[in-house]
């Protein structure tokens, strides 16, 4: 059961680092976003229903539930993509890191939950850190209209989150069925918008080159595969850590930018390291407070090397106790097994679209 849950995690983590630049390349040739939008339901829809073997689900959600959920979850995905339209990929992540405070603030609002001071501290530093290593990026003045896009798509993204954990939870669906229930409300939601503000998109699809129908391709199967893996994510874990593992895809995001196109070596670009560093730590430890409350990242750290307990003292502990130690050992070995998987398949991904770019 863990190795399946941590397979969710490195699929949307993965999808979602993925699509942010299928959808860049995307939307430079068919910048028609909602279009986009309405393709990704469309693919995903029919990949659902052939599983399924019919149009709707054995259980599915009440028509007013379906209609609310393809209204947020739409406007979601249209909010993210003019973002990324119109912003820069770096902006758009970091936009997107905003998503944990603002659901910690819903989650408290709708639900009365609160999370201890140590927790808010490490958002409170993450925020701090973001703000240091992009410092630069706000200094080239974005447009007015891209940082409205970047905010209604925070705030849209955490209200669909958040809902979709609710009605979830109340009628008791698992992944599959919740998406397949309301993916004919998200078209028809989609088409709507496209039908009175992108009319081009129609004939500009009919004109789209190979290379880009293919990329357009590929990120239907990563929405696909993004929208499975969340809404089983949020319905195993909440939606605050679905909104958590947006760190690590930021970071990540940063990281690889800084990988294709290395900046000169400059107090500047020690200051963007810096609070990439601080940032990460924080998201770090932010992970470690909610997963593991009672335990503290050295001693995880420890416990991986073998280095908590000697030999005497392990010999001496209790079978619980015992238990725990190892839980924790796996739980950082896989996390760390993961980060470098992912950085590799990014590490291949970017360098071989390069290669192919150049050629």
């Known amino acids: 059961m863990a190795a399946c849950e941590g397979l969710i995690l490195l699929v949307n983590i993965a999808s979602t680092v993925g699509i942010v630049f299928a959808n860049k390349y995307v939307m430079s040739a068919f910048p028609f976003s909602m279009a986009i939008t309405v393709i990704h339901q469309v693919v995903a829809s029919l990949l659902i229903v052939v599983r399924a073997g019919a149009l709707r689900p054995q259980k599915p959600l009440p ?10 979850t739409v406007g979601s995905i249209y909010f993210c993509n003019q973002s990324l339209r119109i912003n820069s990929v770096t902006l758009y992540q970091i936009a997107k890191l905003l998503n944990v405070p603002t659901m910690c603030l819903f989650l408290y609002v709708g639900k009365g939950k609160t999370y201890s001071l140590s927790v808010y501290f490490s958002l409170f530093i993450i925020t701090v850190g973001v703000g240091i290593a992009t410092i630069a990026e706000f200094s080239v003045s974005p447009s007015v209209i891209g940082l409205v896009m970047a905010a209604l798509g925070v705030l849209v993204t955490v209200i669909d989150q958040f809902e979709i954990g609710r009605l979830k939870e109340k009628y008791q669906s698992d992944s599959v069925d919740f998406l397949h229930s309301n993916l004919f409300h998200r078209i028809a939601v989609g088409s709507s918008i496209v039908a009175l503000f992108e009319q081009e998109a129609v004939s500009s699809a009919l004109d789209m080159s190979l290379v880009c129908g293919i990329a357009l391709l590929a990120t239907c199967l990563l929405a696909t595969a993004i929208n499975l893996s969340s809404v089983a994510i949020i319905g195993k874990f909440g939606p605050l850590t679905m909104t958590v593992t947006g760190h690590v895809k930021t970071m990540t995001i940063m990281i690889f930018g800084f990988l294709w196109n290395p900046p000169e070596v400059d107090a500047l670009l020690l200051k963007k390291l810096f609070g990439i560093v601080l940032a990460l730590c924080a998201a770090i430890k932010y992970g470690q407070l909610t997963a593991f409350p009672d335990s503290s990242i050295s001693g995880g750290c420890l416990a991986l090397l073998g280095c908590a307990q000697d030999a005497g003292d392990l010999e001496n502990s209790t079978a619980e106790q015992a238990s725990k130690l190892q839980e924790l050992r796996w739980l950082w070995m896989k ?11 990014l590490a291949l991904g970017t360098f071989t679209s390069r290669y192919v770019q150049e050629w």
């Open 63 to 72: 028509l007013l539930t379906d209609i609310w959920i393809g209204l947020i």
């Open 335 to 345: 996390r760390t097994l993961v980060t470098a998987l992912i950085a590799l398949l």
